[in-house]
C-alpha cells in the first residue's frame, strides 16, 4: 500500500512539473517616450539569456508569449537614441498592458571628437564593411521567425492578399552559399486572393520567374549581399547593374562620384554610441547606423526612387539643346516612372534591423517592398492591376547551441520552386492565438477591411488550408 502511494504521489509530481513545463505566460505592452508617452516603434524587447523577443510594432504595441520556465529572467527593452530598460519579467506576469517607458540617452562626446571631413560617413562605412565577418555569424544557427506577405493594388491601395508563417531558418552564415539555407514553415495562413495573376503573367512566372518570397526576403539582406560577394556585373558608363542584389549592395555606395555618403549626427544604443550616415546614389537613398565601438552595423534603410535631373546630370545631358520631342519624352519617362512609386515616394524600399547576441550581430527584423505583377482584380469586376508586395520577417528567437536546434532536415524544406501563395498548411488556430506575432500596424484595420468584404478571416483561413 505504501508503495502505491509512493508510486501516486511521484507520477503526480511529475505530471504537475510536465504542466509547470508547459505553461506559457503572454506578456501585453506598449512602448512609449517618458516625456509625451509618444509611441517608440521597432523597439527590442528581449529575453537576452534565452536570445528570445519581438519588436515593437510602429504604434509602440508588442505581445511576447514565453514559458513560464523564463520567468525567473529579466525583460530587456533597447530602441536607438533611448536609454535601455530592464525589468525582472517575475514583476510584470501579472500587468494586463504593460506600459515601458524609455527616455532619451544622451551620452558624453568627450572621448569621441568627430572632426569635420568630406569623407567622414564613407570611412565609417568602409571600415564597418571591412569587420561584417568579425561582426556577424560566420556559423550555423537557427533562427525562428514569423513572416507576413501583404499584396496591395497600385489603382487604389486596397489590400488583395494577406498570408502568414511560422518558419525556422537553418542558416550557415552571411558568408555561406545562400543556396544552402534552408526553410521549414511550420504553421501558415492565406486569406482568399482578390487579384489573381493574369492568365499570361502566370504562365510566364511558371515557366521562367517563379520566386518564393520567403527566401527572396532573406537573399535581400544588405550584409549578406555584401558578405557574399554574389552579383552578375554589367558595366555600363562605370554604373553596376546587378539584377535584384544590387539594389541593396553596401559596396556600390562607397564607389565613385555618383554616390554621396555623409555623417549626419549620432545617436546610442545600449549605451554605446552610434553613427547616423545617410547616402545617395543613382536611383538610391537611405540610411546607416554604425555602432562606433565594433562597427557593427544595427540599421539600414534603403529606398529606390529615379531621380531622373540626377540621371540627366550624370549621362551630361542638357535639356535645353534636345528638341521638343525629345524633351516630351523625357517628362513622359518621368511621369510613366512616378506613376509606380508607392504613395508618390519609391518603387521599392528595404528596412533591416539587427540585434547583438554574444557578440554577434543577428538578422532581427527585415521589411521589403517590391513592385509586383499584373493582377486580375476580383474586387474591380476584372479590371487589370499592379500591385505591390510587402514582406516581413520578425524574428522571435535566435538558437546557436547546436544541441538545441531542430535541425531542418532536407524533406521538411521549404522549395525554392514553390511560390509563397502556393504553401498549404492546415490551419491551426490554437496556435495562431498564442503565437509571437508582430502586432497590426496602423494599417491593420484596413487590411482586414479590404480583404472581408465577402467572408471572415478566420473563414478564409480555414477555407485555404
Request: with cysteine.
Amino acid at each position: 500500500m505504501k508503495h502505491q502511494l509512493f508510486l501516486a504521489v511521484f507520477i503526480l509530481q511529475g505530471i504537475f512539473s510536465l504542466a509547470i513545463a508547459q505553461q506559457h505566460y503572454q506578456l501585453n505592452g506598449i512602448v512609449i517616450t517618458a516625456k509625451g508617452s509618444i509611441p517608440v516603434p521597432y523597439a527590442h524587447v528581449r529575453i537576452p539569456a534565452r536570445g528570445m523577443g519581438v519588436i515593437s510594432n510602429e504604434v509602440g504595441a508588442f505581445t511576447l508569449n514565453y514559458p513560464a520556465s523564463y520567468a525567473k529572467d529579466s525583460l530587456k527593452v533597447s530602441c536607438l537614441g533611448f536609454k535601455t530598460y530592464t525589468i525582472a519579467l517575475s514583476k510584470v506576469q501579472q500587468e494586463d498592458t504593460l506600459r515601458i517607458y524609455l527616455k532619451p540617452e544622451v551620452l558624453e562626446l568627450a572621448e569621441m571628437i568627430i572632426k569635420p571631413h568630406s569623407d567622414s560617413g564613407r570611412m565609417i562605412l568602409r571600415e564597418a564593411l571591412k569587420r561584417l565577418k568579425k561582426n556577424y555569424p560566420t556559423k550555423m544557427h537557427q533562427l525562428n521567425a514569423f513572416y507576413r506577405e501583404k499584396v496591395q493594388s497600385r489603382d487604389d491601395y486596397g489590400y488583395t492578399r494577406l498570408m502568414e508563417g511560422m518558419v525556422d531558418i537553418q542558416d550557415w552564415g552571411i558568408d555561406a552559399n545562400p543556396d544552402r539555407m534552408r526553410i521549414r514553415v511550420n504553421e501558415f495562413r492565406k486569406s482568399n486572393d482578390l487579384a489573381k495573376q493574369s492568365l499570361g503573367i502566370r504562365a510566364f512566372s511558371l515557366l521562367f520567374s517563379k520566386r518564393n518570397n520567403l527566401y527572396s526576403i532573406l537573399t535581400q539582406d544588405p550584409v549578406r549581399i555584401h558578405a557574399h560577394n554574389v552579383r552578375r556585373v554589367d558595366n555600363v558608363r562605370g554604373i553596376d547593374l546587378v539584377g535584384n542584389s544590387r539594389r541593396y549592395w553596401l559596396g556600390e555606395i562607397l564607389k565613385g562620384s555618383t554616390s554621396s555618403v555623409r555623417l549626419v549626427d549620432m545617436t546610442s544604443y545600449d549605451g554605446e554610441l552610434v553613427y547616423h550616415i545617410k547616402f545617395r546614389i543613382l536611383g538610391f537613398y537611405g540610411a546607416l547606423y554604425i555602432n562606433s565601438k565594433d562597427y557593427g552595423i544595427h540599421h539600414i534603410d534603403f529606398y529606390e526612387a529615379v531621380d531622373h535631373d540626377e540621371i540627366l546630370s550624370y549621362l551630361k545631358i542638357d535639356t535645353n539643346r534636345l528638341s521638343e520631342q525629345r524633351r516630351m519624352s523625357f517628362r513622359e519617362g518621368r511621369k510613366t516612372t512616378e506613376t509606380f512609386y508607392h504613395d508618390g515616394k519609391f518603387s521599392s524600399k528595404l528596412n533591416a534591423t539587427y540585434q547583438k547576441i554574444a557578440g554577434k550581430y543577428y538578422l532581427s527584423h527585415i521589411e521589403w517592398m517590391t513592385f509586383g505583377n499584373l493582377r486580375q482584380s476580383k474586387v474591380h469586376e476584372g479590371k487589370i492591376t499592379h500591385s505591390y508586395n510587402f514582406c516581413s520577417l520578425m524574428v522571435n528567437e535566435v538558437l546557436t547551441n547546436k544541441k538545441e536546434m531542430e535541425k531542418v532536415k532536407p524533406r521538411q524544406t521549404l522549395s525554392r520552386q514553390e511560390e509563397t501563395n502556393g504553401i498549404r498548411k492546415q490551419y491551426n488556430e490554437r496556435f495562431w492565438r498564442n503565437y509571437n506575432v508582430l502586432l497590426a500596424t496602423p494599417l491593420e484595420n484596413k487590411v482586414i477591411r479590404d480583404l472581408t468584404f465577402e467572408e471572415s478571416l478566420e473563414q478564409q483561413f480555414k477555407k485555404n488550408q
